[in-house]
Every structure is written in structure tokens, then in C-alpha cells.
């Protein structure tokens, strides 16, 4: 009869070869390699009156030497690398040999990091919107978007500091908008961490009211006309058109500043015996799509000299 083969062979030629690998990556882990890593950097010890003016790198390409043990623990616990703002100028092959003494760094890319600050300046400035709203048809924005707070404490280098009239909201596109909007949105940082901000959200208030359509009769004036010349037009009044929302539409069918008007002056340039009025909106009342009816109104002198 032919031997059996033994039960356990397979463990024993599998515990072989993991015993085998084993010892070859001992061996080789004690062998001497040149390895290139990234290192993310942090700012340190910034004196509190002064500001950067532009940012250090935020990462650091570093070539090291060393054996194989040690770059396997800087490639799975890489260090970050301190920047000293303390400093105008550090050279990152001596910050470098601190942090990583268990290897030789051959070069740092960048080697020389140099550190530009000035002074610390502190101002007060509103926020701007870079919201849009779209609402759905029918309704409206009316007024400005409002911000509670409506502006924002910035404090950094006195170059980039006076320059600044307003900090920006982030960009949104609010769409099918049909009520008053009110939602927290955060500001923009447009200059990559450079100023600090008392505030990172404010919130946003924007009234989104739905329009109706409304109609009536204006009469026509005349502005700057002496005091003794008299013109009538043709038709007396005229229909005007207009958009305005539900809540004010009796509001705009009784406003007495709500008219057509002339300027004296286009009268007396116009040579075929029509003019165009213009409409005069009354105060406190939101209107769209204002329109007349009948552009083009024929006039008449009734008296004076």
C-alpha cells in the first residue's frame, strides 16, 4: 500500500513559509532605505499683536534615510511638522532632525520657509449677501436680504485688513421659494484662513410674499409747468397695470401718490403732438411689472403765455 500522507503536512509547509517570510522581512526591515514622505505642517507661538500676512506651505516634501522599522512608523504615524511664527525665517532640515531623530532627512522641500507678519488690526464690517433666491411664479423677493448679526469682527495683518468693506456670505441658490425665507448660512473664508472671524453663521431673513395682479386709473400731470399754464391731456387718466402683493393691493387702488406724470420740458421739446408719461410709484408699497395701458397721450395749452 502506498504511505498515507501525513494529517498535519499542510500546516507544517504553511508554518514553513510564514516562518520564512518572517525572517526575510525581519532581515529587511534592518536594511538601510531612502524613502520620500509628506508631512502636514502647524503654525506655532504667532505673538498674539502680530498677524501672517500670507500662509506658510501647508505641507512639507521630505526625503529620508534610514532603516526600514523606522519609515514604516513614520508612514503609518507620520508627524506633523511645527512651523515657529515666533521666527522670520526656519530652516525645515533642522525641524526636521528634532522631530525625526530615528532617520537622517537628506533635503526638505521647501528647505527655507520664511514667515511674513505685520501688525494685528482689528475691524468691524458688514456682511453681504451671496444669496440668491428664486422664487416660485407668483411670488417675489421684497427688500434686501436681512442678517441677524449683520456683520462681522475681522482681525488680521493691517494690509489685508483695511482693504476689506464687507465679508461675503457663502454662495447659495435657494429655488420654489413661496414664504418668508429664514435659515442659518455660513460666511465665506475668502482668504484661506488669513483673518480670524468673531462669527462663522449668521442668520438670514428674506420676505418672499406672493404678487397679485392689479389694475386702475391714474390721472396724468405735468411737473414743472409755470403756474400759469394750464394742459390737459387726452385721455384725462389712464389705465395702469401692475403686479403687487396681496397684502397692500387695497393699499395701491387708494394711493393718492400713485399717478402719471410729464416733465414741463419734454412738452416743449416734443414736435408731433404726443409725449409718453412716465409713472410715479407710490411710497411704501411694493409694485412689479408696472405698466400703462396707453403709452402715448395727446396734450393741449389751455392758458398762459
Not at 525581519?26 to 502636514?40: K, M
Not at 456682511?127 to 433666491?133: D, F, G, K, L
Not at 423677493?141 to 482681525?155: E, H, I, K, L, Q
Request: with cysteine; hydrophobic share 45%; net charge negative.
Amino acid at each position: 500500500m502506498p504511505d498515507k500522507v501525513p494529517r498535519h503536512k499542510g500546516l507544517v509547509i504553511t508554518f514553513c513559509i510564514l516562518a520564512a517570510c518572517l525572517m526575510w522581512f525581519t532581515f529587511s526591515v534592518r536594511e538601510t532605505f531612502t524613502q520620500v514622505f509628506e508631512f502636514p505642517t502647524v503654525i506655532q507661538n504667532l505673538p498674539p499683536e502680530l498677524a501672517l500676512t500670507s500662509l506658510p506651505p501647508q505641507s512639507v516634501r521630505v526625503q529620508v534615510e534610514g532603516e526600514g522599522i523606522q519609515l514604516l512608523r513614520l508612514y503609518y504615524n507620520p508627524p506633523t511638522v511645527p512651523i515657529d511664527a515666533s521666527e522670520d525665517q526656519i530652516d525645515m532640515i533642522l525641524v526636521m532632525a528634532e522631530i525625526a531623530s530615528n532617520v537622517s532627512t537628506t533635503t526638505v522641500m521647501p528647505q527655507i520657509v520664511d514667515i511674513h507678519k505685520e501688525v494685528r488690526e482689528i475691524k468691524r464690517i458688514p456682511i453681504r449677501s451671496h444669496i440668491r433666491i428664486v422664487p416660485v411664479p407668483g411670488f417675489h423677493v421684497v427688500g434686501d436680504v436681512r442678517f441677524d448679526p449683520d456683520s462681522v469682527t475681522v482681525s488680521g495683518a493691517s494690509s489685508i485688513i483695511e482693504q476689506l468693506d464687507f465679508w461675503p456670505s457663502e454662495k447659495r441658490r435657494l429655488s420654489a421659494v413661496r414664504d418668508t425665507v429664514q435659515l442659518m448660512v455660513a460666511l465665506s473664508d475668502t482668504l484661506d484662513g488669513l483673518v480670524d472671524l468673531d462669527l462663522t453663521q449668521t442668520l438670514i431673513t428674506a420676505d418672499v410674499p406672493e404678487f397679485t395682479e392689479g389694475k386702475r386709473d391714474i390721472e396724468i400731470r405735468v411737473r414743472d409747468a409755470p403756474a400759469d399754464q394750464e394742459i390737459t391731456f387726452d385721455p384725462a387718466k389712464t389705465e395702469v397695470v401692475y403686479q403687487v402683493p396681496i397684502a397692500q393691493f387695497d393699499m395701491a387702488r387708494e394711493a393718492e401718490d400713485f399717478y402719471a406724470f410729464v416733465r414741463y420740458s419734454d412738452i416743449l421739446a416734443d414736435t408731433t403732438g404726443l409725449v409718453y408719461p412716465l409713472i410715479n410709484l407710490p411710497d411704501g408699497i411694493e409694485m412689479r411689472g408696472v405698466r400703462l395701458v396707453q403709452n402715448a397721450m395727446r396734450y393741449y395749452f389751455v392758458g398762459g403765455n
